[in-house]
C-alpha cells in the first residue's frame, strides 16, 4: 500500500503526523530537493505535499515526475506562504486531467 508524505519547515508539517503522513521537515530548498528525490525514488509514496515556500523553488524538480502515474507532487499553502503557487499548479493538474477549469 502506497504512503503520504510531507515536506516542509518543522512548524508548519507537524500537525500532519496526527493523519499517519510522513514528515520530512526541511529548512532550505537544497535539504528539500534531496528528500523529495530520496522519497519519490523509493516509489512508496502515491502523493508528497510539498510546502509552498518550497515548491516554486522546485519547480524544475517537480517536473522530472509529472509524467510518472506516482508520485504525485502537490504543493501546499502554509502559514508563511501563500502567494498562489500552489492553487496555480492544482488548477493546471485539473486542467490536464479534465480539459477545462472546474474549480
Known amino acids: 500500500m502506497y504512503k503520504i508524505a510531507v515536506i516542509g519547515k518543522r512548524a508548519d508539517i507537524l500537525g500532519f503526523m496526527a493523519l499517519g503522513f510522513r514528515v520530512e521537515a526541511v529548512e532550505n530548498s537544497e535539504e528539500a ?17 510539498l510546502c509552498e ?3 516554486e523553488a522546485l ?11 506516482i ?3 502537490l504543493p501546499i499553502p502554509t502559514s508563511t506562504a501563500d502567494n498562489g503557487y500552489g ?17
Not at 34 to 46: D, F, I
Not at 90 to 97: K, Y
Open 33 to 49: 530537493a534531496k528528500t523529495l528525490h530520496s522519497l519519490a525514488k523509493s516509489q512508496k509514496y502515491a502523493v508528497i505535499f
Open 71 to 73: 508520485p504525485a507532487i
Open 59 to 69: 519547480e524544475a524538480d517537480i517536473a522530472k515526475y509529472k509524467d510518472d502515474p
Open 53 to 55: 515556500d518550497f515548491a
Open 87 to 103: 492553487l496555480k499548479a492544482v488548477t493546471d493538474s485539473v486542467i490536464r486531467a479534465v480539459g477545462a477549469d472546474i474549480l
